[in-house]
């Protein structure tokens, strides 16, 4: 790949060559995935070691087992060979679990209406659930996602869900992914994340696609400067649309937006391509501010959580 200034301001921040055309993160699910999965005993706790806020005398993780097959069968759908499972979480919070089309949907505490991998590609969960506690409350638990993202079902790319728990009349939801780049570790950050954002968490602005529109500031042709936007190819070029991301060597469906901290928060399957053939479909996260002069956008790829600089592209389809 063609390596720019457009990408050196990130390089060593993330496990990517660039920031738009940062590595699949695709692994073999059978090594390098497991080692991300915290040892599974019944019901274990131990004392949190990462950055935690210090608010709570005690911070720290019990990890309970997810096993599909001991949970309650709430309902099948013949049709589409789904159910909808309560399975056994923490103390008296349980788990609702939904299967259908190759993806499957959790909840922590009460059910909800939001199916969080719909539009994303085939995933599977983990057996093993990590809940965050402080002073004894349950906040916050968190799962893996593996995603397939290539031929293979062996070939995935690794996503924890953080997710707020719901309580009657109050469901929770997902907080945020975080990918398996994210800083200083996938499950450092998941536990930062989930300490810091879970508790009280408005699941309002967790909306879809369908509930939220990118505004015309945010949608357009950008680039770095307006002498690479008036060249006829660029590799750091980015055309935004309310349902897709172009790049050069590929593209992005966007499969939910978030309205948060003046910015918008993009949930996204990425696909390359080689020619005009779809390679190694990703599950990948953006973030879109409009930057404070009111020509351009601020822009990253990945987690917020992240030691990575956003990159600022200009306006090329307006003076």
């Avoid at 301001?9 to 995935?33: E, K, N, R, Y």
């Avoid at 992005?252 to 978030?258: G, L, R, Y």
């Avoid at 391509?273 to 822009?299: D, K």
Wanted: hydrophobic fraction near 35%; aromatic fraction near 8%; charge should be negative.
């Amino acid at each position: 790949m063609i390596e720019t200034n457009f990408y050196k301001p990130i390089l060593g921040a993330v496990t990517a060559i660039s920031l738009l055309a940062a590595c699949s993160g695709q692994v073999d699910s059978s090594s390098a995935l497991s080692s991300e999965q915290p040892e599974i005993a019944s019901p274990k706790t131990s004392q949190d070691s990462g950055d935690s806020t210090e608010a709570f005398k005690t911070v720290e993780s019990v990890y309970t087992t997810l096993n599909l097959d001991d949970c309650e069968v709430l309902e099948t759908y013949e049709e589409s060979g789904g159910r909808d499972l309560r399975c056994e979480g923490y103390q008296e919070i349980p788990l609702y679990v939904s299967e259908g089309d190759a993806r499957f949907d959790v909840d922590a505490g009460v059910p909800n209406e939001e199916w969080i991998t719909s539009g994303r590609p085939f995933n599977s969960i983990s057996d093993t659930v990590e809940w965050r506690i402080h002073d004894g409350d349950p906040v916050a638990a968190i799962l893996r996602y593996n995603f397939e993202t290539g031929d293979s079902p062996n070939m995935q790319s690794s996503e924890l869900a953080v997710f707020s728990i719901g309580q009657e009349g109050s469901p929770g939801c997902l907080v945020a992914w975080v990918t398996a780049d994210a800083q200083p570790s996938q499950n450092i950050a998941g536990r930062q994340l989930a300490d810091r954002q879970a508790k009280g968490f408005d699941c309002s602005s967790n909306l879809s696609t369908e509930d939220i529109q990118l505004p015309e500031v945010v949608i357009g042709t950008f680039d770095q400067t307006q002498a690479d936007c008036s060249e006829p190819m660029s590799f750091s070029r980015l055309r935004i649309t309310q349902d897709k991301l172009d790049f050069y060597y590929g593209y992005a469906i966007i499969d939910s937006v978030a309205s948060q901290d003046g910015g918008y928060d993009l949930g996204a399957t990425l696909f390359h391509l080689e020619g005009q053939q779809e390679v190694r479909p990703e599950a990948v996260e953006y973030r879109i501010e409009p930057n404070a002069q009111g020509n351009g956008i601020e822009f990253l790829r990945g987690s917020v959580l992240e030691d990575t600089s956003p990159i600022s592209l200009v306006r090329c389809d307006r003076s």
